[in-house]
């Protein structure tokens, strides 16, 4: 009798194991608002018409047409004149309002441009408006070259969620190839109507 109790009780237990490991991979469901606005600013749509020919003229008249602000400043990237060479290159962040020194306390979206030293842009980044609401992740990346963890193009690291985390692009450093938390979007648009949605969605259910 007391075999078939400790059988009962093996059983039981490897269901709840089973069930547990199931459930623990499934996505979660979040509640998203119904009838989002996903119209897009002036910096959103200046983040859309960047792409890997732009040079800094041509980010400085997207600027002017957009009416925004930018500050400059200067941040070490590999050199393409001379390889194995560190430079300084021009690093923009433009924002509606004058923003100055205070990215990191800044309430409002803004965009960060990187270029490199034959003047073409190397890398960008959208960053949303801080919400009352809690969001994962706050920004779209564009890489306009492939770099050392992703190929070119338009990414969102979602390293916040715990069930996307490391299941994303992966990488190959040498004879390894490694998971990222990097979702790739085909498009700058799909990347801002991802953190558009983000920011109308209950995260904390």
């Not at 018409?49 to 925004?68: A, H, Q, S, V």
């Not at 790739?184 to 801002?192: C, F, Q, R, V």
Request: aromatic letters at 16%; glycine letters at 4%; hydrophobic letters at 30%.
């Amino acid at each position: 009798m007391r075999f078939y109790k400790i059988r009962l009780y093996f059983i039981i237990f490897i269901v709840l194991i089973t069930v547990s490991i199931f459930t623990g991979n499934k996505e979660k469901k979040h509640e998203v608002e119904p009838n989002i606005d996903y119209s897009k600013n002036e910096l959103q749509t200046l983040f859309m018409e960047l792409n890997e020919r732009t040079n800094e003229d041509w980010l400085k008249t997207l600027i002017k047409k957009y009416d925004l602000k930018y500050t400059v400043t200067q941040y070490n990237t590999d050199s393409k004149k001379r390889k194995g060479s560190l430079v300084s290159t021009n690093y923009y962040t433009i924002s509606k309002t004058e923003i100055g020194s205070r990215k990191f306390s800044y309430d409002g979206d803004y965009v960060e441009v990187q270029f490199d030293d034959i003047n073409k842009v190397i890398f960008a980044e959208y960053v949303y408006k801080r919400t009352e609401k809690y969001m994962p992740y706050r920004s779209v990346e564009f890489y306009a070259e492939n770099s050392y963890n992703a190929d070119k193009g338009y990414y969102i690291n979602m390293h916040s969620i715990l069930e996307k985390r490391d299941k994303g692009v992966e990488f190959k450093r040498g004879d390894r190839i490694s998971k990222t938390s990097l979702f790739k979007y085909n498009t700058a648009e799909d990347g801002i109507n991802e953190l558009i949605k983000a920011a109308h969605t209950n995260w904390e259910e």
